[in-house]
């Protein structure tokens, strides 16, 4: 029955692969176009809300918002649990009022299409390269100037063994917030890992359904600065765990 409902997901983890593939191609157009000025980037976010839209409808994706904190205007330093892209795809749908750019691995340039999306419209970070580590500092202190939020998931990585249980923190974001001095914004996902788990799973839990989101009060300012790196790096952890271990009582051990 395992190995039934193993390729079952598998089935349905090609199916949302074709559904991003035809929408990247079908919106790639339009990007080009919004990259023509960089005055004219903002106007990518909105192409992405669509984008995020379009892949909850089709791949029948609900998002159930259990926590929703009131927020000021960013900018933020947005961070997150990592069980799934799907994390990624809903970002933008659940966060339209608040403009942002990923910070993420730089290997996703490997990848032809999303290569340009990545590329032109976030912030590579290369984990392996100091100076180039650097020039992604620069990019992200010129990109809050400009009024964008950052999202770094501080995992790093999506974890294949016990999912939801969170992998420790990377200090990065945390640094990050208190370099810039802006807010931090955590949220929770709960139930993404069964949605949709990591392809290298091949028979991983893939599946229609809902996602259980928590987005939590911000961390101002005053309370990141008056914080050492660790001590909010295990905040943010303890905050973005809570709904886990609510849900998940055996990830108490």
């Not at 809300?49 to 947005?78: D, Q």
């Not at 810039?180 to 839990?205: A, E, M, V």
Request: charged share 20%.
């Amino acid at each position: 029955m395992h190995k039934v409902f193993g390729v079952l997901s598998l089935l349905w983890k090609l199916y949302i692969a074709i559904i991003f593939f035809i929408i990247a191609i079908l919106m790639y157009p339009f990007f080009l176009i919004v990259l023509i000025r960089p005055t004219w980037k903002k106007k990518s976010f909105k192409l992405f809300i669509i984008w995020s839209w379009m892949m909850r409808i089709l791949c029948f994706y609900r998002i159930k918002t259990i926590e929703s904190a009131e927020l000021p205007e960013g900018p933020y330093v947005i961070v997150s649990n990592h069980t799934s892209y799907l994390d990624i795809f809903f970002m933008h749908s659940i966060l339209p009022k608040y403009p942002f750019v990923f910070l993420g691995k730089s290997e996703l340039l490997y990848y032809p299409i999303i290569r340009t999306y990545f590329k032109n419209l976030n912030i590579p970070v290369y984990r392996n390269d100091k100076r180039k580590s650097g020039q992604a500092y620069l990019l992200s202190e010129k990109a809050v100037k400009e009024g964008w939020s950052l999202v770094i998931f501080p995992e790093a990585t999506i974890s294949n063994v016990d999912c939801p249980k969170m992998l420790p923190f990377k200090h990065g974001a945390f640094k990050l917030a208190k370099s810039l001095n802006i807010p931090i914004l955590p949220l929770t996902f709960t139930s993404n890992y069964k949605l949709f788990s990591d392809p290298t799973n091949i028979l991983g839990p893939a599946q229609p359904g809902v996602c259980n989101l928590y987005i939590h009060p911000y961390i101002s300012v005053e309370t990141i600065n008056k914080l050492e790196v660790l001590e909010l790096t295990q905040k943010c952890f303890d905050i973005i765990n809570r709904p886990i271990l609510e849900e998940f009582p055996q990830f108490k051990d």
